[in-house]
Nanobody
Framework: QVQLVESGGGLVQAGGSLRLSCAAS????????MGWFRQAPGKEREFVAA????????NYADSVKGRFTISRDNAKNTVYLQMNSLKPEDTAVYYC???????????????????WGQGTQVTVSS
């Protein structure tokens, strides 16, 4: 069983930055593909970014490319999401997720992830 705990959310003005962290339990963390998703009120959960267990390789939604950076520290069992140049439309609950199937595929849909955190609220004011 894997447990994921997000932190780092908050209220920030447009143009500002936040760094989200996701701490994972489990000895096999370094093998997991990790993803960040977000969900705004009344909207479906959407893909933000993913990072593989090796290389590592990354993938981003077009809406955040060039502004957000996903990274991981396997020694700390933690994945990060650095968010710069934040916009009001980035306001959402942000979730981290883990895919433990070790296929090396950077999935962009929620059903391909096996474990989820409880989420952290990010609010960007205009």
């Amino acid at each position: 069983q894997v447990q994921l705990v997000e932190s780092g959310g908050g209220l920030v003005q447009a143009g500002g930055s936040l760094r989200l962290s996701c701490a994972a339990s489990g000895r096999a963390f370094s093998w997991y593909t990790m993803g960040w998703f977000r969900q705004a009120p009344g909207k479906e959960r959407e893909f933000v970014a993913a990072i593989s267990w090796s290389a590592p390789t990354t993938n981003y939604a077009d809406s955040v490319k060039g502004r957000f950076t996903i990274s991981r520290d396997n020694a700390k069992n933690t994945v990060y999401l650095q968010m710069n140049s934040l916009k009001p439309e980035d306001t959402a609950v942000y979730y981290c997720a883990a895919d433990d199937r070790r296929l090396g595929i950077l999935h962009t849909t929620p059903e391909n992830y096996d474990y989820w955190g409880q989420g952290t609220q990010v609010t960007v004011s205009s």
